[in-house]
Nanobody, 119 residues
Framework: QVQLVESGGGLVQAGGSLRLSCAAS????????MGWFRQAPGKERELVAA????????YYAGSVKGRFTISRDNAKLMVYLQMNGLKPEDTALYYC????????????WGQGTQVTVSS
């Protein structure tokens, strides 16, 4: 099992920045990739950004490309999501997830952290 704990959410004005953190523990050696997902009320959950645990390859959703940056610290077992230029449409519950399948199954999830962007 892998345990994930997110932190860093909050309320910010449009144009502002936040950094989300995700601490991983447990069977972290099994992790292939880490992702940040978000879900807004009435909308489907979407993958915002992802990073492979070893090589550091990244993926960004088109809606956040150029504004968000995902990074990892393997030694500290941490993954971060730096969010700049926040927009009201970025308001959502953000989840950290871990994929050990290598096929994007994301078997492990954190409890989520709320990000609210005011206009």
């Amino acid at each position: 099992q892998v345990q994930l704990v997110e932190s860093g959410g909050g309320l910010v004005q449009a144009g502002g920045s936040l950094r989300l953190s995700c601490a991983a523990s447990g069977r972290t050696f099994s992790i292939y990739a880490m992702g940040w997902f978000r879900q807004a009320p009435g909308k489907e959950r979407e993958l915002v950004a992802a990073i492979t645990w070893s090589g550091g390859g990244t993926y960004y959703a088109g809606s956040v490309k150029g504004r968000f940056t995902i990074s990892r610290d393997n030694a500290k077992l941490m993954v971060y999501l730096q969010m700049n230029g926040l927009k009201p449409e970025d308001t959502a519950l953000y989840y950290c997830a871990a994929d050990s399948s290598g096929q994007g199954r994301y078997e492990y999830w954190g409890q989520g952290t709320q990000v609210t962007v005011s206009s």
